[in-house]
């Protein structure tokens, strides 16, 4: 017999709380964006560095994912809520009493993990959550509070780096505040699942059926360039920002970085307009448009190119994405459809760290601009190797 939790009809707003809880965890998640020029000129490493400190975070979020991605169905979604918000607060608390990059890259790593476990857990509970008349809008809902909280980050912190003393302390103490109020929510939001009395908490095996291989395939692609850009901006943006196009305001900084996971959001709620055999293609030639003008602003010293750039390339990574994962849940048996997606945001996030480090290792060598420059040209190109893909799928299969 399983074990029941308070799971009982949920009132029209108790959604609220995980909602709440999930910004709060993705905000911390990219806190660190404009405090990275200080961490910089405090411990005196490299931009390479950086990068690395990116994806250590990604590989938190990974292995997060894969171990704990079915961990909520068992144990119930708050429980693990619960769990994630603490391991941010561990690292909110690694982050204000470190001294060495050891201790940044620690922090970065256990934030990694939180993220992880909230990226699936706190979407499901979200949409479990909502009212009858906001089910249709659910996921949605989700998926913007996912990105509203990754946009807020930078832009929180930029704010009290430029404008506030001792800022490194202040963002991650103002972060243990909002995850305070996000723990007492969730504890008081009904549980939806009944806890399994036999728990089978193994690794799960990401898989691809052969079926949904033609559909995969593009979606990962686009999905890779999508995120390919969002790691850029949320690692790299401040250097070339300041050192290219020779902008100091971390506060602005954090300001374009925020509009990128805006525009995300925006595009993510913009395809629902269009037909859903144009969605996917629409992403890619809107990603492809974006990166391209990224890289011309940079390679030109131009910020409004830079930043329409950006804007293009957050709205095309949003209709992308979701029209991406909708292919991919239609295109799978009901039965794998859970490992059909947690292997969608496997690429995503493979997506966040492996293109950063290569930044960092070509910066080095080739310095920002021609770096900037062949990275965009390469997130647009993969577009448009997705683009020919998509085109020729059969228009019922996306």
């Not at 996912?146 to 807020?152: P, R, V, W």
């Not at 939806?192 to 898989?207: E, W």
């Amino acid at each position: 017999m399983p074990v029941l939790s308070n799971t009982h009809a949920p009132s029209p707003l108790a959604f609220l709380g995980p909602a709440f809880a999930f910004l709060a965890v993705m905000l911390g998640t990219t806190l660190p964006t404009p405090l990275y020029p200080i961490y910089q000129a405090e411990y005196g490493f490299s931009q390479l560095v950086i990068t690395v400190i990116f994806a250590v975070y990604a590989i938190g979020v990974i292995g997060a994912l894969v171990v704990t991605g079915r961990w909520s169905d068992q144990l119930g979604r708050r429980p693990m809520l619960l769990a994630g918000m603490l391991i941010a607060a561990a690292s909110d608390l690694v982050f204000l009493v470190g001294d060495s990059l050891g201790m940044l890259l620690a922090g970065r790593m256990i934030s990694g993990v939180s993220a992880g476990i909230f990226t699936g857990t706190a979407t499901v509970a979200v949409i479990e959550l909502a009212p009858e008349a906001w089910k249709p809008r659910a996921t949605l809902a989700a998926t913007a509070v996912n990105m509203g909280g990754l946009g807020l980050g930078p832009l929180v912190a930029g704010i009290l780096v430029t404008w506030l003393p001792a800022p490194l302390a202040l963002s991650y103490a103002l972060h243990l505040a909002l995850l305070a109020v996000g723990m007492l929510l969730v504890w008081r939001a009904p549980e939806t699942v009944a806890r399994k009395a036999s728990l089978d908490l193994r690794v799960q095996r990401l898989r691809i059926p052969p079926q949904v291989r033609r559909v995969f395939v593009p979606a990962a692609l686009v999905g890779f360039a999508g995120f390919a850009v969002l790691g850029f901006f949320n690692s790299m943006a401040p250097a070339f920002m300041q050192e290219v196009l020779g902008e100091p305001n971390l506060a602005l900084i954090g300001l374009v970085v925020c509009l990128v996971f805006i525009a995300s959001t925006v595009g993510q709620s913009l395809q629902g307009r269009v037909a859903p055999q144009w969605r996917l293609p629409l992403g890619c030639m809107t990603l492809l448009i974006g990166a391209s003008l990224i890289g011309a602003g940079i390679f030109a010293a131009s910020m409004a190119t830079f930043c329409g750039g950006a804007l293009l390339a957050g709205t095309g990574q949003g209709i992308g994405f979701r029209a991406g994962m909708g292919a991919i849940a239609a295109a799978s048996p009901a039965d794998q459809r859970g490992a059909v997606t947690s292997a969608f945001f496997v690429v995503a996030y493979v997506a966040l760290s492996i293109p950063v480090v290569g930044i960092g290792l070509a910066t080095s060598r080739l310095g920002l601009v021609a770096t900037g420059t062949g990275f965009a040209g390469l997130a647009a190109l993969l577009c448009g190797v997705a683009l020919v893909l998509v085109l020729r799928i059969p228009r019922g299969d996306t």
